[in-house]
T-cell receptor
Framework: DAKTTQPTSMDCAEGRAANLPCNHS???????VYWYRQIHSQGPQYIIH???NNETNEMASLIITEDRKSSTLILPHATLRDTAVYYC??????????????FGEGTQLTVNP | DTEVTQTPKHLVMGMTNKKSLKCEQH?????MYWYKQKAKKPPELMFV???????INESVPSRFSPECPNSSLLNLHLHALQPEDSALYLC?????????????FGPGTRLTVT
């Protein structure tokens, strides 16, 4: 799976959009971009994933650049409960590798009141 | 129901003890996972089960012994652990392995080895 690079930490004001960047310059054509987050002392939580197109669900939006070398997770109206470590993960859709989630160090997002 | 449950929440054990961690899901998922997470580090994959058969063992020491008695249950048997095995042990499940389906995680068992 391709390696990802994320900033170590970010701050965001409550009510504002949080934009979390991820660089995956070595991504292959069959690799998906996944985002998970982990609130302190809890298990990781799936947020969203995408291959080429931008995606949106009830939690967030995922913007993937046209060359797919980077992406941005957008939390449109951050709340204090969104304070967590956010992991960007690239995974290939193959039977033998589909199981692996290789977590990087992630970005610690702190939402301030 | 998208819940993965883990018991116990906390466990303290001595190096000569034998204990087990339990994980349960009722989402009909056919793949289940164990991860280990040390303090301030990301989770690391330990084992993957698919249709109750061990699919991946990430070179985990034999003092950790996984077991999948049925499609809803996953156990991790612990024996002769070392203090450095103290960590948060996370269980997860997904629909299967043929696609990178999202994984649902339990809250974890915080293990302390004394």
């Amino acid at each position: 799976d391709a390696k990802t690079t994320q900033p170590t930490s970010m701050d965001c004001a409550e009510g504002r959009a949080a934009n979390l960047p991820c660089n995956h310059s070595t991504i292959s054509g069959n690799e998906y971009v996944y985002w998970y987050r982990q609130i302190h002392s809890q298990g990781p939580q799936y947020i969203i994933h995408g291959l080429k197109n931008n995606e949106t669900n009830e939690m967030a939006s995922l913007i993937i650049t046209e060359d797919r070398k980077s992406s941005t997770l957008i939390l449109p109206h951050a709340t204090l409960r969104d304070t967590a470590v956010y992991y960007c993960i690239v995974r290939v859709a193959m039977r033998t590798s589909g199981s692996r989630l290789t977590f990087g160090e992630g970005t610690q997002l702190t939402v301030n009141p | 129901d998208t819940e993965v449950t883990q018991t116990p929440k906390h466990l303290v054990m001595g190096m000569t003890n034998k204990k087990s961690l339990k994980c349960e899901q009722h989402m009909g998922h056919r793949a289940m996972y164990w991860y280990k997470q040390k303090a301030k580090k990301p989770p690391e994959l330990m084992f993957v089960y698919s249709y109750e058969k061990l699919s991946i063992n990430e070179s985990v020491p034999s003092r950790f012994s996984p077991e999948c008695p049925n499609s809803s249950l996953l156990n991790l048997h612990l024996h002769a652990l070392q203090p450095e095995d103290s960590a948060l042990y996370l269980c997860a499940s997904s629909r299967g392995l043929d696609y990178p389906y999202e994984q649902y995680f339990g809250p974890g068992t915080r293990l302390t080895v004394t």
